[in-house]
C-alpha cells in the first residue's frame, strides 16, 4: 500500500510540475494592473450573466450529458480554459475526461386522455406532461388504472399491484416514496431503498404486464409538484418498450375524476391506513414516445489545472467543481437550466479566470472541474474522484458550486462535516458582503459526495431559495439574480485564495 502510494504522489508531482510554468507564465500575463495581489479581477455580474445565457440557450441543447450540445458545451469551456492559460486535466493531455454512460434522447413525446364520460383532450409540454429521461418508446392506448406508490415489495410487506390487474393497462402512479417506513424491514435494505425511482417503478409495472406508466408528485402543503424534465432513472435494465411520463396534478385530476377520488384524497388514505389503496378509474390514455438508447454513450468532465507557486506545497490540492450538464430537451422544448447549473459553471469560469489574471499565482494547486452526468447520478463527479492522479488526503478541500443565482442569500452546506472550513467562508463573508446564513448540513451534497466518502473535507455553495424552477422549462436567465450570483463567485473565490494560501489544513479537521 505505501510503495502504491508512493507511486501515485510521484505521478501526481509531474502531473503537477509539468505545467508549472505555463500556470506561472499565465499568473504573471495577467497581473493586477494595480499590483494588487489580492483583487479579484474579472468577477463581474455582466460577465457572468454574459456565460449564463451562453450556456442555457439552444445552442448547447439543454446540455443533456452524451448529446451532441453537451459535447459543444463541454468544447466551448475547454477553450475557455485553454485561453486563461490553464494546464489540462483531461485524457491524454487534453481538457476532457471521457466516461460512458446511459443515454436517451427523446425525439418525439406525446400524451392525451380521455376521462370517465368525457371527450379526447391532447396534452402539451411542459405544462401538462414530460417524458421522464429514461422512457421506453412505443404507441399504447389503454384504460388507465391507479397503484398507489407503484411498489411491489413483499419482502417489505407492501404490493401495490396484489389483486390489481393491470395487464395492457397504463398505470398511474405516484412518482414519490411513501412517507412513511414499510411495514417490514428487508434484510440488506434500509427503508423503501431504491424501489422508489423511476426505472424500479417502471420496471416493477411491466412485470405485471401493465404497458405503460404515468407518474404525479404527491401532494404535499395542499399542492401538487409540476411535472419536470428528470434523468434520475434508478437501477435496473433498460424497459426499452415501455412508456414512461411525468403529469401534472391538474391532469391526473382529470384521469381520477369519476372515481370518486382525488389526489389528496389517496394520499390521504395510503398515509393513514398503511396499506394501498389501488383500483381502476375508468379513464383513458393514449401514449406515444420515441428515443434513441444506448447504454455506452461517451460523455465527458472538464478538467483543467493551476499548478501552486509554492514548491512545498503545490503536492495538495483544492479542487473546485461545478456540473455543466442539464436535462436536454423534448418535442423542441428547451430546458435552460439556468440556474441549475449554468450558474455554477459560470461562477466556477469567473474564479478561474480570477486566479489566472491575479498577480499572485496560488500557493497550493487548484483543479477545476465541469462535471458531466450529475443529473444524472453523480456519474462525472463519481468517474473523477475513482481515477484522481493524486491520493485523496493530497486533496484540501472540494468546494462545490450548484444552483447559485436564483434567490436572495448563501447557504454553505458541509459545515457539520468540516466545520473548520465553513467557519472559514463564513469569515471571509462576515467581513465583506454578508449573504450566508447559518444553516448548513452535514455530508456533500451532490458532486461534493463522492468526495465526502473519500474523506476529503467539502463546501457546497448554494444560493438560498433557490429551486423556484427546478428542471422546468422556466428555469431561465431571466429568473435569475445577477448581483447574487456575483457576490457567491466572489466568495468562491476568495475562499479558494485563502485554503491555498494555507488558512485552512484539513488535517485539524474536527471528526
Same mark, same amino acid.
Given at each position: 500500500?505505501?510503495?502504491?502510494?508512493?507511486?501515485?504522489?510521484?505521478?501526481?508531482?509531474?502531473?503537477?510540475?509539468?505545467?508549472?510554468?505555463?500556470?506561472?507564465?499565465?499568473?504573471?500575463?495577467?497581473?493586477?494592473?494595480?499590483?494588487?495581489?489580492?483583487?479579484?479581477?474579472?468577477?463581474?455580474?455582466?460577465?457572468?450573466?454574459?456565460?449564463?445565457?451562453?450556456?442555457?440557450?439552444?445552442?448547447?441543447?439543454?446540455?443533456?450529458?452524451?448529446?451532441?450540445?453537451?459535447?459543444?458545451?463541454?468544447?466551448?469551456?475547454?477553450?475557455?480554459?485553454?485561453?486563461?492559460?490553464?494546464?489540462?486535466?483531461?485524457?491524454?493531455?487534453?481538457?476532457?475526461?471521457?466516461?460512458?454512460?446511459?443515454?436517451?434522447?427523446?425525439?418525439?413525446?406525446?400524451?392525451?386522455?380521455?376521462?370517465?364520460?368525457?371527450?379526447?383532450?391532447?396534452?402539451?409540454?411542459?405544462?401538462?406532461?414530460?417524458?421522464?429521461?429514461?422512457?421506453?418508446?412505443?404507441?399504447?392506448?389503454?384504460?388507465?388504472?391507479?397503484?398507489?406508490?407503484?411498489?411491489?415489495?413483499?419482502?417489505?410487506?407492501? %404490493?401495490?399491484?396484489?389483486?390489481?390487474?393491470?395487464?395492457?393497462?397504463?398505470?398511474?402512479?405516484?412518482?414519490?416514496?411513501?412517507?412513511?417506513?414499510?411495514?417490514?424491514?428487508?434484510?440488506?435494505?434500509?427503508?423503501?431503498?431504491?424501489?422508489?425511482?423511476?426505472?424500479?417503478?417502471?420496471?416493477?409495472?411491466?412485470?405485471?404486464?401493465?404497458?405503460?406508466?404515468?407518474?404525479?408528485?404527491?401532494?404535499?402543503?395542499?399542492?401538487?409538484?409540476?411535472?419536470?424534465?428528470? !434523468?434520475?432513472?434508478?437501477?435496473?435494465?433498460?424497459?426499452?418498450?415501455?412508456?414512461?411520463?411525468?403529469?401534472?396534478?391538474?391532469?391526473?385530476?382529470?384521469?381520477?375524476?369519476?372515481?370518486?377520488?382525488?389526489?389528496?384524497?389517496?394520499?390521504?388514505?395510503?398515509?393513514?391506513?398503511?396499506?394501498?389503496?389501488?383500483?381502476?378509474?375508468?379513464?383513458?390514455?393514449?401514449?406515444?414516445?420515441?428515443?434513441?438508447?444506448?447504454?455506452?454513450?461517451?460523455?465527458?468532465?472538464?478538467?483543467? !489545472?493551476?499548478?501552486?507557486? %509554492?514548491?512545498?506545497?503545490?503536492?495538495?490540492?483544492?479542487?473546485?467543481?461545478?456540473?455543466?450538464?442539464?436535462?436536454?430537451?423534448?418535442?423542441?422544448?428547451?430546458?435552460?437550466?439556468?440556474?441549475?447549473?449554468?450558474?455554477?459553471?459560470?461562477?466556477?469560469?469567473?474564479?478561474?479566470?480570477?486566479?489566472?489574471?491575479?498577480?499572485?499565482?496560488?500557493?497550493?494547486?487548484?483543479?477545476?472541474?465541469?462535471?458531466?452526468?450529475?443529473?444524472?447520478?453523480?456519474?462525472?463527479?463519481?468517474?473523477?474522484?475513482?481515477?484522481?492522479?493524486?491520493?485523496? %488526503?493530497?486533496?484540501?478541500?472540494?468546494?462545490?458550486?450548484?444552483?447559485?443565482?436564483?434567490?436572495?442569500?448563501?447557504?454553505?452546506?458541509?459545515?457539520?462535516?468540516?466545520?473548520?472550513?465553513?467557519?472559514?467562508?463564513?469569515?471571509? %463573508?462576515?467581513?465583506?458582503?454578508?449573504?450566508?446564513?447559518?444553516?448548513?448540513?452535514?455530508?456533500?451534497?451532490?458532486?461534493?459526495?463522492?468526495?465526502?466518502?473519500?474523506?476529503?473535507?467539502?463546501?457546497?455553495?448554494?444560493?438560498?431559495?433557490?429551486?423556484?424552477?427546478?428542471?422546468?422549462?422556466?428555469?431561465?436567465?431571466?429568473?435569475?439574480?445577477?448581483?447574487?450570483?456575483?457576490?457567491?463567485?466572489?466568495?468562491?473565490?476568495?475562499?479558494?485564495?485563502?485554503?491555498?494560501?494555507?488558512?485552512?489544513?484539513?488535517?485539524? !479537521?474536527?471528526?
Amino acid at each position: 500500500m505505501r510503495r502504491d502510494r508512493g507511486a501515485a504522489r510521484a505521478r501526481a508531482g509531474a502531473w503537477i510540475l509539468a505545467g508549472a510554468a505555463i500556470g506561472l507564465a499565465a499568473a504573471a500575463a495577467f497581473a493586477d494592473k494595480k499590483g494588487n495581489p489580492d483583487a479579484v479581477p474579472g468577477i463581474e455580474a455582466e460577465a457572468l450573466m454574459k456565460d449564463v445565457r451562453t450556456l442555457a440557450s439552444p445552442k448547447f441543447g439543454g446540455r443533456l450529458a452524451g448529446s451532441p450540445g453537451y459535447d459543444e458545451a463541454a468544447r466551448w469551456a475547454a477553450k475557455r480554459f485553454e485561453k486563461l492559460g490553464l494546464r489540462p486535466g483531461g485524457d491524454a493531455g487534453s481538457y476532457l475526461q471521457v466516461f460512458p454512460l446511459e443515454y436517451n434522447a427523446i425525439e418525439s413525446c406525446r400524451l392525451s386522455i380521455t376521462p370517465a364520460g368525457g371527450a379526447p383532450r391532447a396534452l402539451a409540454i411542459p405544462d401538462d406532461f414530460t417524458c421522464r429521461g429514461f422512457t421506453g418508446s412505443g404507441t399504447v392506448s389503454a384504460p388507465v388504472v391507479f397503484a398507489g406508490f407503484g411498489l411491489s415489495l413483499p419482502d417489505r410487506g407492501w %404490493d401495490d399491484y396484489a389483486g390489481l390487474d393491470v395487464a395492457g393497462k397504463i398505470v398511474l402512479v405516484f412518482k414519490d416514496a411513501p412517507p412513511f417506513d414499510p411495514p417490514r424491514a428487508a434484510e440488506g435494505v434500509k427503508g423503501w431503498g431504491d424501489a422508489t425511482l423511476p426505472r424500479p417503478k417502471a420496471l416493477a409495472a411491466q412485470a405485471r404486464g401493465a404497458a405503460g406508466l404515468l407518474m404525479v408528485s404527491l401532494p404535499k402543503d395542499g399542492r401538487v409538484g409540476p411535472p419536470i424534465a428528470s !434523468v434520475l432513472h434508478g437501477p435496473g435494465e433498460q424497459p426499452a418498450g415501455f412508456p414512461q411520463q411525468h403529469v401534472s396534478g391538474a391532469v391526473a385530476a382529470q384521469l381520477l375524476a369519476g372515481s370518486g377520488a382525488t389526489l389528496e384524497s389517496l394520499a390521504k388514505e395510503l398515509a393513514e391506513a398503511k396499506a394501498p389503496r389501488s383500483r381502476p378509474l375508468g379513464s383513458k390514455a393514449a401514449m406515444t414516445v420515441a428515443a434513441k438508447y444506448r447504454p455506452d454513450q461517451p460523455a465527458a468532465n472538464v478538467v483543467a !489545472v493551476l499548478p501552486g507557486g %509554492d514548491p512545498e506545497l503545490r503536492g495538495r490540492v483544492v479542487v473546485l467543481g461545478a456540473h455543466l450538464d442539464h436535462v436536454g430537451t423534448q418535442e423542441e422544448v428547451l430546458w435552460p437550466g439556468a440556474n441549475d447549473n449554468a450558474s455554477g459553471s459560470a461562477a466556477l469560469l469567473a474564479v478561474a479566470e480570477a486566479f489566472a489574471k491575479s498577480h499572485r499565482p496560488p500557493r497550493q494547486t487548484l483543479v477545476f472541474v465541469l462535471f458531466a452526468a450529475e443529473e444524472q447520478g453523480l456519474n462525472g463527479s463519481r468517474w473523477f474522484v475513482e481515477r484522481m492522479p493524486f491520493q485523496p %488526503d493530497q486533496v484540501v478541500a472540494m468546494l462545490n458550486l450548484d444552483s447559485v443565482g436564483h434567490g436572495e442569500g448563501l447557504q454553505l452546506g458541509g459545515g457539520k462535516s468540516a466545520p473548520q472550513l465553513w467557519e472559514l467562508a463564513r469569515t471571509l %463573508d462576515a467581513a465583506g458582503e454578508r449573504i450566508t446564513i447559518a444553516d448548513t448540513w452535514a455530508g456533500g451534497g451532490a458532486d461534493a459526495t463522492p468526495f465526502h466518502e473519500k474523506g476529503i473535507p467539502t463546501l457546497y455553495f448554494a444560493s438560498t431559495k433557490s429551486y423556484t424552477h427546478l428542471h422546468q422549462a422556466s428555469d431561465r436567465p431571466e429568473t435569475l439574480n445577477p448581483a447574487l450570483l456575483e457576490k457567491i463567485a466572489r466568495l468562491a473565490f476568495r475562499t479558494a485564495r485563502s485554503v491555498s494560501d494555507g488558512a485552512y489544513d484539513r488535517e485539524t !479537521v474536527t471528526p
